[in-house]
């Protein structure tokens, strides 16, 4: 008898919670469906949320990861064996237990799917196809913003068309500005001062201070009482109030991500108010117990096929970009952990993602002295040895931000590298060292775990 072929997965526990098990059966794609071996995943506070709401003891968790396809399922004609891909799933799904990003191997659905080109790596392409759906849907569609895509050509064309995103610097912001400015419409956000330029280099022509007790009347003004769409990413009762008093005199179209308080919903009856669950894409029911829960939505599933095609154009021409990133190390098991940071609002500004493989170019460099708590650094594309930059002795290790010394050298490894002025001297947060890198080399930097 053929041995079952078995994966380690987080799934949700009967208590409550993520719980990595290594005796997942390692799930055949279905027609129109990839296998894939997941290279990395990136978390969003969805995956907090969903663990809470639903009860799927078993069922495998995560919604965003990147891969190599392993197997197509019949049907599959854009994708082979071998090809680099991203894709958004739904984990924790009552109706299909093998959905879900967390695991060793994951099922990828081909229309919802990109082939990620040579200048992304997994770290960064597994940050992006949810943000691609929660964004799309939210201005593409209805309930969303049902914006027409592009924007159509008319005797104004000059005239901005603007659409607020509040919480530009989201994970959904940053995604949702840069679709907006590809499709020829103004995005002008909220978000913190220190995030300005940040949300301006993926697109916002004006950022508004969310705290600032004038926030709403602030944007009012600057679109001159003509605001009609706004997209909310952060949705609670105060972001809500201030995306009405932001709303133009003829009123307009609020979407967001969470229930609205009907509080708020009521004080303007010239605004359409609606809430989406990114889930919806995949065209099934969304089997969620409470308000969560969602009928079948064919419609979103034709245009998730749409919107994958589009993102896959958009990513090979270099016209949308991920989200700043937070590479965390520790593999699966420490997934639980860094669900909890985003439960409780420790992360800002970043995706948090998690390397699962190590790139096949890494088995072919020496590991000499390099102990358990060494990291190497590569550039990105990095399948070739040459391209490796040196390597990170971690100092102190603790568990939510190792800090470490850096020994950095050029792709010849004779050379000094220059960060190596920055860093041999100094600790630096692993954070640091990302961003020192691409502001040197203009390049992302992955960081991953050597193994002895
Ligand atoms: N309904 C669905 O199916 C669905 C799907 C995906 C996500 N979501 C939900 O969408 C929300 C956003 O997710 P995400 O991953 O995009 O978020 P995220 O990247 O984790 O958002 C973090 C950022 O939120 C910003 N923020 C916090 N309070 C704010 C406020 N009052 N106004 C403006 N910005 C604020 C902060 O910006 P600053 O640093 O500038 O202060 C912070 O950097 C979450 O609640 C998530 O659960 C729902």
């Known amino acids: 008898m053929k041995a079952r072929a078995v994966m380690k997965a987080l799934v949700r526990s009967k208590s409550g919670g993520y719980r990595l098990a290594d005796d997942i059966d390692i799930p055949d794609p279905r027609p129109g469906m990839m296998l894939c071996r997941v290279h990395a995943v990136a978390l969003s506070p969805y995956d907090a949320k969903i663990v809470d709401y639903s009860n799927t003891p078993g069922a495998v968790g995560g ?5 190599i396809v392993v197997a197509v399922g019949e049907g599959v004609t854009r994708f082979k064996e071998g090809d680099r891909v991203l894709a ?15 695991a060793e191997y994951a099922l990828a659905t081909e229309d919802l799917s990109c082939h990620v080109p040579n200048n992304l790596s997994f770290v960064q392409a597994c940050s992006m196809g949810l943000g691609i759906a929660t964004a799309g849907l939210a201005l593409f569609q209805a309930p969303g913003l049902d914006l027409e895509m592009p924007r159509p050509k008319s005797a104004d064309e000059d005239t901005p068309s603007f659409v607020l995103v509040s919480g530009g610097a989201t994970g959904t912001g940053t995604m949702a500005t840069q679709l907006l400015k590809v499709a020829g ?20 022509t004006a950022c508004f201070d969310y705290r600032s007790s004038t926030c709403g009347a602030d944007i009012r003004e600057y679109t001159a009482n003509s605001l009609v769409y706004v997209f909310d990413c952060v949705t609670d009762a105060s972001t809500m109030r201030m995306c009405y008093e932001a709303i133009g005199s003829s009123g307009g179209t609020y979407i967001a991500l969470e229930a609205i308080t009907p509080l708020v919903k009521y004080t303007r009856r010239d605004v359409r108010a609606d809430w989406l669950m990114t889930p919806t894409i995949m065209g099934t029911p969304v089997e969620i117990p409470g308000t969560y829960g969602r009928p079948s939505t064919p419609k979103h599933r034709i245009f998730g096929t749409e919107l994958f095609l589009l993102a896959e154009k958009l990513l090979k021409e270099g016209r949308v970009k991920n989200h700043p990133l937070e590479i965390r190390g520790g593999g699966l098991v420490r997934i639980p952990t860094y669900v909890n940071d985003l439960r409780v609002g ?17 088995k072919e460099i020496p590991l000499v002295a390099l102990d358990r ?3 190497k650094m590569r550039a990105v594309p990095a399948l070739d040895p040459k391209q490796w930059i040196g390597e990170l002795d971690i100092i102190d290790v603790n568990d939510m931000v190792p800090k470490f010394l850096a020994k950095a050298y050029a792709h010849d490894p004779h050379k000094p590298f220059a960060m190596h002025n920055y860093c041999s001297e100094n600790r630096y947060l692993l954070s640091d060292l990302v961003g020192m890198y691409k502001e040197k080399l203009g390049t992302e930097m992955d960081v991953l775990p050597v193994l002895k």
């Open 346 to 362: 420790n992360v800002r500004a970043k995706r948090q993602v998690v390397p699962l493989v190590r790139p096949d170019a890494l």
């Open 185 to 204: 419409y103004t995005p002008i956000v909220t978000c913190s001062p220190a995030n300005n330029v940040l949300c301006e280099s993926y697109g916002a």
């Open 63 to 67: 919604c965003d990861f990147a891969g």
């Open 88 to 102: 958004v799933t739904f984990g924790l799904n009552a109706s299909d237990k093998t959905a879900g990003a967390f």
């Open 373 to 375: 708590y060494c990291m």
